[in-house]
């Protein structure tokens, strides 16, 4: 039983690069959820997924953000012209939406974004 | 508006002594589900429980018991007889009915237990 898997663990990147980052979940799981975490903060809800259809995104999320989820399976989020501010860890969770209730997210380990 | 508050930001206890972590949330919807995740040292998050708003009995699961009072809109969390495992930091998360918000999670500050030996 695998968990949900991310990729890569570590990121660092000079300001002004564009990063992407790869999400799978756990496979039977048709929702898909990117949070975000700085130090010291719980996560913070940036998007999330139903099968491949991108259903809500916070106002965290900017335009220099994107993430896709083609096919329903993998996800990735691309962060365009980073910036100081997006140093962070970026958490993926994944869930099966059975219409009967919120269920558990689980958890990726994350990628931690860092900019030089 | 939903939030949820940890208040206690960092607790010390000695290994062996019960713990009790504190959650308060605010919704305007009456059907909602509440959350605990467990995050160690190495970062992921690790589900331990989800309560809905309708399912008031408290819950025990070996050393870990969850006390959910919504005349007081609180879902604590104690840990009996605490050992160093169980150094880590707790989230207490919120979300809403599932005919809205897609099932996000509203989190709390989190509280960063350290045990002792």
């Known amino acids: 039983d695998t968990g949900v898997s991310q990729n890569p663990r570590h990121k660092i990147t000079k300001r002004g690069q564009n990063v992407t980052f790869r999400c799978d979940p756990i496979?039977?799981?048709?929702?898909l959820y990117w949070y975000r975490q700085t130090l010291g903060q719980g996560p913070e809800f940036l998007t999330y997924f139903q099968n491949e259809a991108q259903l809500e995104k916070s106002r965290l999320l900017s335009d220099r953000f994107s993430a896709e989820r083609p096919k329903g399976s993998f996800s990735t989020l691309e962060i365009q012209r980073t910036e100081q501010g997006d140093s962070a860890m970026y958490l993926c969770?994944?869930?099966?939406?059975?219409?009967?209730?919120?269920?558990?997210?689980?958890f990726g380990d994350g990628t931690r974004l860092s900019i030089l | 508006a939903q939030k949820v508050t940890q208040a206690q930001t960092e607790i010390s206890v000695v290994e062996k002594e019960d713990v009790t972590l504190d959650c308060v949330y605010e919704?305007?919807?009456?059907?909602?589900?509440l959350f605990w995740y467990k995050q160690p040292p190495s970062g992921e998050l690790v589900f331990l429980i989800r309560?809905?708003?309708?399912?008031?009995q408290n819950e025990i699961s070996g050393r870990y018991s969850w006390n959910f009072q919504k005349s007081t809109s609180s879902f604590n969390f104690t840990i009996t007889a605490s050992q160093v495992v169980d150094s880590a930091v707790y989230f207490c998360a919120l979300s809403d009915s599932v005919y809205n918000q897609g099932g996000k999670l509203i989190f709390g500050q989190g509280t960063e237990l350290s045990v002792k030996p």
């Open positions: 309560r809905n708003s309708f399912d008031e």
């Open positions: 496979s039977e799981h048709n929702r």
């Open positions: 919704t305007r919807d009456t059907t909602y589900y």
């Open positions: 969770a994944s869930s099966l939406d059975l219409g009967s209730g919120n269920q558990p997210q689980h």
